[in-house]
């Protein structure tokens, strides 16, 4: 079992920066994958950017590349979504997944809600 607590959602204007957190429960080296997920009202739920704990390879969401930056803390078993320049289409709950042994693992999400 792995414990997922986000934190650093809020309300911020357009073009605006958040940083999200994502603290694990057990040490972050032992988790496969780690990513970030978001779901907009009345959308599915839709990956955002994701990283291997491993060799720290990155992927990202067309739409988000070059503004959001997915980052690990091993030390702190700690995930970090970085977001700026944010718009309103950003505006979701945001969701911290890891996967374990084949298992997905879900924090209760973050609101992030992007003013125009």
């Known amino acids: 079992q792995v414990q997922l607590v986000e934190s650093g959602g809020g309300l911020v204007q357009a073009g605006g920066s958040l940083r999200l957190s994502c603290l694990a429960s057990?040490?972050?080296?032992?988790?496969?994958?780690m990513g970030w997920y978001r779901q907009a009202p009345g959308k599915e739920r839709e990956l955002v950017a994701g990283?291997?704990?491993?060799?720290?390879?990155?992927n990202y969401k067309d739409s988000v590349k070059g503004r959001f930056t997915i980052s690990r803390d091993n030390a702190k078993n700690t995930v970090y979504l970085q977001m700026n320049s944010l718009k309103p289409e950003d505006t979701a709950v945001y969701y911290c997944?890891?996967?374990?042994?084949?298992?997905?693992?879900w924090g209760q999400g973050t609101q992030v809600t992007v003013s125009s």
């Open positions: 057990k040490s972050i080296s032992s988790i496969t994958r």
């Open positions: 990283i291997t704990i491993d060799g720290g390879s990155t």
């Open positions: 997944n890891a996967v374990y042994y084949y298992s997905n693992f």
